[in-house]
T-cell receptor, first 113, second 117 residues
Framework: QQQVKQSPQSLIVQKGGISIINCAYE??????FPWYQQFPGKGPALLIA?????SEKKEGRFTISFNKSAKQFSLHIMDSQPGDSATYFC????????????FGTGTRLLVSP | GAVVSQHPSWVICKSGTSVKIECRSL??????MFWYRQFPKQSLMLMAT?????????EQGVEKDKFLINHASLTLSTLTVTSAHPEDSSFYIC?????????????FGPGTRLTVT
C-alpha cells in the first residue's frame, strides 16, 4: 500500500513533442505528490508538486494532472527539449510523522533532436 | 534559497575502513534530514530519517550499526559507513526539510558516490 507505481520505465520523444509519465498509488492518506528530475551523477531536483485538492497544476512547460478517484497522477512535459533528457521520479507523502517520500521506480526520458 | 550540500562528492575507500559523509543545509535550518541510497538505474531507497538532537529512525532492513547517522545541529547531519564492503558502494543522497514554512518540501543534496575497493 506504500508503493507508487510509475510507467513507462523509459521513454523516447522527439524534440517539440509531449512527454507523458504516469504514476499510480494505493494509499489514500497520501496528500503531497511531487515530481523530481535527476541528471546522471546528481541529486534529484523538485520540478513541480501538487496536493489532492486540485486536479491540475502547470508551471512553464511542466503540468501535473491529478485524478483523485483513480488514484493516479501524471507529468506532462510540453515542447520537450534535448535538455529535458533525464530520469524523472514521481513520489508521494502524507502529512504525518516526518512526511517521508515514497518514490516511484523512475522513467528515463530521452528527447531526440 | 534552500540549498543542501554534501561532502565529499565522491570517495574511494578500502574494504574494512569507515567513511563519513556530511550533509549541510546552507541557508535554512533543517528540522529533519533524510538519507537515501541509490544503485545505478534504480530509484532512491530511504535509509533513515534524522531529527536534530535525537536518534535516527532507520528503515526496515537497514543496519543501524553499519550506517551511523548523527544530526548534531539544525544544519548538519553525517552518515558514517562503518567497516565498508564493496556491496556498500552506491550513490548516497541526503535531503533536508523544515516545517517552519509548513511546505514539507524536501531539498536534496547533490549526492556522494562511494566506491569501496
Amino acid at each position: 500500500q506504500q508503493q507508487v507505481k510509475q510507467s513507462p520505465q523509459s521513454l523516447i520523444v522527439q524534440k517539440g513533442g509531449i512527454s507523458i509519465i504516469n504514476c499510480a498509488y494505493e494509499n489514500t492518506a497520501f496528500d503531497y505528490f511531487p515530481w523530481y528530475q535527476q541528471f546522471p551523477g546528481k541529486g534529484p531536483a523538485l520540478l513541480i508538486a501538487i496536493r489532492p485538492d486540485v486536479s491540475e497544476k502547470k508551471e512553464g512547460r511542466f503540468t501535473i494532472s491529478f485524478n483523485k478517484s483513480a488514484k493516479q497522477f501524471s507529468l506532462h512535459i510540453m515542447d520537450s527539449q534535448p535538455g529535458d533528457s533525464a530520469t524523472y521520479f514521481c513520489a508521494a507523502s502524507m502529512n504525518t510523522g516526518f512526511q517521508k517520500l515514497v518514490f516511484g521506480t523512475g522513467t528515463r526520458l530521452l528527447v531526440s533532436p | 534559497g534552500a540549498v543542501v550540500s554534501q561532502h565529499p562528492s565522491w570517495v574511494i575507500c578500502k574494504s574494512g575502513t569507515s567513511v563519513k559523509i556530511e550533509c549541510r543545509s546552507l541557508d535554512f535550518q533543517a528540522t529533519t534530514m533524510f538519507w537515501y541510497r541509490q544503485f545505478p538505474k534504480q530509484s532512491l531507497m530511504l535509509m533513515a530519517t534524522s531529527n536534530e538532537g535525537s536518534k535516527a529512525t532507520y528503515e526496515q532492513g537497514v543496519e543501524k550499526d553499519k550506517f551511523l547517522i548523527n544530526h548534531a545541529s539544525l544544519t548538519l547531519s553525517t552518515l558514517t559507513v562503518t567497516s565498508a564492503h564493496p556491496e556498500d558502494s552506491s550513490f548516497y543522497i541526503c535531503s533536508a526539510t523544515t516545517q517552519v514554512t509548513g511546505s514539507y518540501e524536501q531539498y536534496f543534496g547533490p549526492g556522494t558516490r562511494l566506491t569501496v575497493t
